[in-house]
């Protein structure tokens, strides 16, 4: 089971609203938020769990993934075998990993993110891995660009941090994915 792990606003649901559809159609999830916990597929490949603020972390490995707008909070131990991702422009989040040596993925529209949106349309967005990124499975991932079908409008930044999230748990491509 890959852990999840989603930080920031609890009243802030766009980013849940866009993952949990995506996951529960690559292998099921279960979900634990503020107030409830829900299983969406018959077997869960993710857990995902959703809190304000970065958790004391006893898993080895796995993902925290950081909302926009988060509280404020001291640095965070962060195991070497999680992937955080963010936005770049996310400085809280970067405050609350100082220190730490988990990798970080950054999504946005600079040449130092790893991911950026290439093109975006209603219906499709293009999205460049912009560097090699090694997965939760341990396949190296080379630069690239790939399709992202849009079943909804979605906000680039979601589509960027639900790319990574997709590509960090080794879900094959192919050509590229719908959202």
């Known amino acids: 089971m890959i852990d999840i792990l989603i930080c920031g606003d609890p009243s802030d649901h ?5 993952l949990l559809p995506a996951l529960a159609a690559r292998g099921g999830v279960c979900f634990s ?4 916990v829900a299983e969406q597929g018959t ?3 993710y857990f995902v769990c959703e809190s304000e603020v970065v958790p004391k972390i006893s898993v080895p490995a796995g993902i925290l993934l950081f909302k926009d707008h988060m509280c404020s909070q ?6 070497d075998g999680f992937f955080c991702v963010m936005d770049s422009g996310n ?9 730490s040596k988990a990798a970080v993925i950054t999504c946005g529209t600079g040449s130092k993110d790893t ?7 209603p219906e499709r967005a293009e999205v460049s891995l912009q560097r090699n990124l090694k997965t939760l499975g341990g396949t190296v991932l080379e630069p690239h660009d790939f399709s992202v079908l849009l ?5 680039p930044g979601l589509i960027l941090l639900v790319s990574a999230v997709l590509l960090l748990s080794d879900v094959s ?3 590229g994915f719908k959202l």
Do not use: K
Request: aromatic share 0%; hydrophobic share 40%.
């Open 33 to 36: 938020g503020e107030e409830h």
């Open 74 to 79: 001291q640095p965070a131990g962060v195991p």
């Open 14 to 18: 766009t980013l849940t609203e866009a």
């Open 115 to 121: 991911l950026s949106i290439a093109s975006l349309e």
């Open 151 to 155: 079943s909804r409008p979605l906000a």
């Open 173 to 175: 491509l192919g050509d």
């Open 91 to 99: 400085r809280q989040a970067a405050d609350v990993l100082r220190g």
């Open 43 to 45: 077997v869960a490949r």
